[in-house]
């Protein structure tokens, strides 16, 4: 088993920026993959970024590349994703993700999510 706890969703004005974090246990966090997905109102849950075990490889959905940061610290078992240039359409629940394959196939285990709203 494993337990994901996401935070650092907010309200935001466009352009703005927020930095959301998840923090893993009951696994060795270092041995695997980690992603962010999103779900907005009336839409299918979507790829957002994914990064590797260690850090060196990442992959990100097109609409966030130049704008969107993944990076983990496995010390500290937790995965973030730093947001910036927001835009109302990145308005979602956000969830993380421990991968079942790379780059972007999840798994079962997700996180509780947390909100995201940009205002225009």
């Known amino acids: 088993q494993v337990q994901l706890v996401e935070s650092g969703g907010g309200l935001v004005q466009a352009g703005g920026s927020l930095r959301l974090s998840c923090a893993a246990s009951?696994?060795?966090?270092?041995?695997?993959?980690m992603g962010w997905f999103r779900q907005a109102p009336g839409k299918e849950r979507e790829f957002v970024a994914t990064?590797?075990?260690?850090?060196?490889?990442?992959y990100y959905v097109d609409s966030v590349k130049g704008r969107f940061t993944i990076f983990r610290d496995n010390a500290k078992n937790t995965v973030y994703l730093q947001m910036n240039s927001l835009k109302p359409e990145d308005t979602a629940v956000y969830y993380c993700?421990?991968?079942?394959?790379?780059?972007?196939?999840?798994?079962?285990?997700w996180g509780q999510g947390t909100q995201v709203t940009v205002s225009s």
């Open positions: 993700n421990v991968l079942d394959r790379w780059p972007n196939r999840p798994s079962d285990y």
């Open positions: 009951g696994r060795t966090f270092s041995n695997y993959h």
């Open positions: 990064i590797n075990w260690s850090g060196g490889l990442k």
